[in-house]
């Protein structure tokens, strides 16, 4: 029987959007250990309707997925669209990541979690990670899948992933963003 | 006669063509295999006599688009870096499309200039992009710098632009796939 504990933290919406242009979000539950998702990534989610939101509500809803909730996390719930305030999605991860230490000491068995990231996101990221934390990225993960014969191969997903987005990124990239007139159309 | 500003129209259609046309203005791989569809290869023409682009040939013709003949001069041979495997599978794909790895990145080459250069299009989001995709700017910059605040909105971006994402150093993440080996195995 296991001694420790590991779990699969997904602090922000990053690896389900790809995971979900893949079309592959259940490999989440591939390593077999559990899946949480830090409730900011949810929040994300639910706060403007996009080609994969509702895929991935209905992908943590069906699967029990466990939602960490954070004190700002809960506030951007609150308020909605009206939420505004700089760098919440990282508050919400230290708020998260302080959580999974104290109720590691609680427990009193070792406690591991590996904290999914996109590539971009993992250079810039900044806050504290305590000793039984591990970044890791959604590509790393994929790899792992690939060496465990889950999947076939990991860039096949991330390949699969750029196609479906395609198929939706003109939208966006040809008009500026909403409320920047200064940033011209590609 | 005002030289042509990248429209081409050429090629006999009736036979497989498998060589590279080298033309003194101009560098065009043909690949013909399938009939062309007649009211497109007239429209083609006829809009290409009115701009007064060059026509190589108009009897059932293709077009295509190409670097502008008026820049386009004698051919250089390049040398890059590139890396082994990257190598081997644009070798692989290039096949597929049964073309060259040498007109797949002349083509990638044109439409990243167009996109940068063109007058037409605006190329502040571009830029923006590519910077980001070569690792010279920060997603947080980024995320600013566009007033985007989904990620989702970033992946159509970059999907759009035909970028790939920054990726990690390969033996960075190969330690992460090590690791998560190790930590749920723990």
Request: charged fraction near 25%; proline fraction near 5%; charge should be negative.
């Amino acid at each position: 029987m296991r001694e420790s504990v590991c779990e699969l933290v997904v602090p922000d919406a990053g690896p389900l959007i790809t995971l979900a242009y893949a079309d592959r979000l259940d490999l989440l539950l591939g390593l077999g250990v559990e899946v949480v998702v830090v409730d900011m990534a949810k929040v994300e989610l639910t706060r403007h309707p996009t080609p994969t939101s509702e895929k991935i509500l209905a992908f943590l809803a069906g699967n029990n997925v466990r939602v960490i909730e954070t004190e700002i996390g809960k506030e951007a719930m609150t308020q909605g669209s009206a939420f505004k305030k700089r760098h919440a999605g990282e508050r919400a991860i230290q708020d998260a990541l302080f959580e999974f230490s104290d109720e590691s000491e609680r427990q009193g068995k070792p406690r591991y979690a590996l904290l999914l990231f996109e590539e971009h996101k993992i250079s810039g990221a900044s806050f504290v990670l305590p000793d039984n934390v591990y970044v890791i990225s959604t590509m790393a993960f994929l790899r792992k899948l690939e060496e465990m014969c889950i999947i076939e191969s990991a860039m096949d997903v991330r390949d699969a992933a750029v196609k479906a987005g395609r198929e939706f990124s003109q939208l966006d990239v040809s008009h500026p963003p909403r409320g920047n007139p200064a940033t011209k159309p590609l | 006669m005002t030289m042509a500003t990248g429209l081409f129209v050429i090629a006999p259609v009736e036979r497989r063509c498998r060589r590279q046309v080298r033309y003194p203005n101009g560098v065009i791989d043909m690949r013909v295999r399938a009939q062309p569809n007649e009211n497109a290869i007239r429209e083609a023409t006829l809009t290409a006599e009115r701009t007064h682009e060059l026509v190589l040939h108009t009897n059932m013709c293709y077009k295509y688009s190409s670097w502008n003949s008026h820049k386009a001069g004698p051919m250089s041979n390049i040398t890059f870096a590139i890396d082994d495997d990257l190598l081997r599978k644009s070798k692989v794909a290039a096949a597929q499309m049964d073309t060259s790895l040498n007109a797949i990145v002349r083509t990638l080459l044109v439409g990243f200039v167009e996109s940068v250069g063109g007058k037409v299009q605006q190329p502040e989001n571009y830029r923006k992009l590519l910077d980001f995709s070569l690792g010279k700017v920060t997603y947080r910059s980024l995320m600013k710098d566009l007033n985007i605040d989904s990620d989702e909105s970033l992946f159509l971006m970059m999907c759009g632009a035909g970028l790939p994402m920054p990726r990690l150093a390969e033996e960075e993440t190969q330690q992460m796939v090590d690791l998560i080996g190790k930590v749920i195995s723990a």
